[in-house]
T-cell receptor, first 114, second 115 residues
């Protein structure tokens, strides 16, 4: 069965620090990959997605993620975080088999200190 | 913009009560989903629907049922609420579009407390 693993459950950083949130998935076929974000009190929303092409994808608010197929990874990065990046981040994957459903990781709570 | 609206942001119910959570989307999406979100457990799929009158069990359907009588509306029903169903419930929708498979649009959530 497919699974998604997020390595960090809770991350605390100071403003201007660099961020990398790890995400690994287990599925050998073609997948679509996502990072979703949930800011405090707001709905879950798409941060960025990878379907095909350039494995380095850029999303909103300066975030990017790199798909490394050989490592089954899709890590989220931001060179310099801001206090407003405080949120919960979810990695998600769906296989290209139409019968499969999207699978979410357990989430990483990011807390940015001002 | 896609809008997914959940009728109640906060509910408090008593054990044994029947609970209805309503979700409406305005983008003519075929697919609709109900998740529950719990700290440390992420999002877990309860039920989903690919079309009107259709429903499929997700990973944790026990204690829940759903109804999809119209394309834009997907209801989650707790026949007899229990304290372990205290949670945040998220509704989501997506188009039946292979080019965008997996991209979900979420509502703001319904926080249910069962006493």
């Amino acid at each position: 069965a497919q699974s998604v693993s997020q390595h960090n459950h809770h991350v605390i950083l100071s403003e201007a620090a660099s961020l990398e949130l790890g995400c690994n998935y287990s599925y050998g076929g073609t997948v679509n990959l996502f990072w979703y974000v949930q800011y405090p009190g707001q709905h879950l929303q798409l941060l960025l997605k990878y379907f095909s092409g350039d494995p380095l994808v850029k999303g909103i608010k300066g975030f990017e993620a790199e798909f490394i197929k050989s490592k089954f990874s899709f890590n989220l990065r931001k060179p310099s975080v801001q206090w407003s990046d405080t949120a919960e981040y979810f990695c998600a994957v769906i296989s290209m088999n139409r019968d499969d459903k999207i699978i979410f990781g357990k989430g990483t709570r990011l807390h940015i200190l001002p | 913009d896609v809008k997914v609206t959940q009728s109640s942001r906060y509910l408090v119910k008593r054990t044994g009560e029947k609970v209805f959570l309503e979700c409406v989307q305005d983008m003519d999406h075929e697919n609709m989903f109900w998740y529950r979100q719990d700290p440390g457990l992420g999002l877990r799929l309860i039920y989903f629907s690919y079309d009107v009158k259709m429903k499929e069990k997700g990973d944790i359907p026990e204690g829940y049922s759903v109804s999809r009588e119209k394309k834009e509306r997907f209801s989650l029903i707790l026949e007899s609420a229990s304290t372990n169903q205290t949670s945040m419930y998220l509704c989501a929708s997506s188009p039946f579009d292979s080019a965008n498979t997996g991209e979900l649009f979420f509502g703001e959530g319904s926080r249910l407390t069962v006493l």
